[in-house]
């Protein structure tokens, strides 16, 4: 399943935020997805706001809520199902039409 986890650092944490994910590099962000089970598919960013959203993939939720947890010092993020163009479709036409 896919899902878009929104993420909101908390401004009293935003230099902690910024100086630890911006001191690691590409394979151990990988690794923190990839070590609660979780593929990253994507991950965007407003740093202005010190917001984004990316997209997981997991065959279970309580993996994903485990890689949420990595950060729950720093930012707020929020979870939620979404399906790609061709899974909307087809349940659409499954279930709608």
């Given at each position: 399943?896919?899902?878009?986890?929104?993420?909101?650092?908390?401004?009293?944490?935003?230099?902690?935020?910024?100086?630890?994910?911006?001191?690691?590099?590409?394979?151990?962000?990988?690794?923190?997805?990839?070590?609660?089970?979780?593929?990253?598919?994507?991950?965007?960013?407003?740093?202005?706001?010190?917001?984004?959203?990316?997209?997981?993939?997991?065959?279970?939720?309580?993996?994903?809520?485990?890689?949420?947890?990595?950060?729950?010092?720093v930012c707020e993020m929020k979870a939620k199902p979404v399906l790609t163009d061709v899974q909307a479709r087809e349940a659409?036409?499954?279930?709608?039409?």
């Amino acid at each position: 399943m896919l899902f878009q986890i929104d993420y909101s650092v908390f401004q009293s944490n935003k230099r902690d935020a910024f100086t630890a994910f911006g001191s690691m590099t590409q394979e151990q962000l990988e690794a923190l997805t990839s070590d609660h089970g979780v593929e990253l598919i994507g991950r965007w960013h407003c740093t202005g706001e010190a917001t984004g959203t990316m997209i997981v993939e997991t065959d279970d939720f309580s993996k994903c809520s485990a890689f949420q947890l990595a950060w729950a010092d720093v930012c707020e993020m929020k979870a939620k199902p979404v399906l790609t163009d061709v899974q909307a479709r087809e349940a659409i036409q499954a279930n709608y039409l």
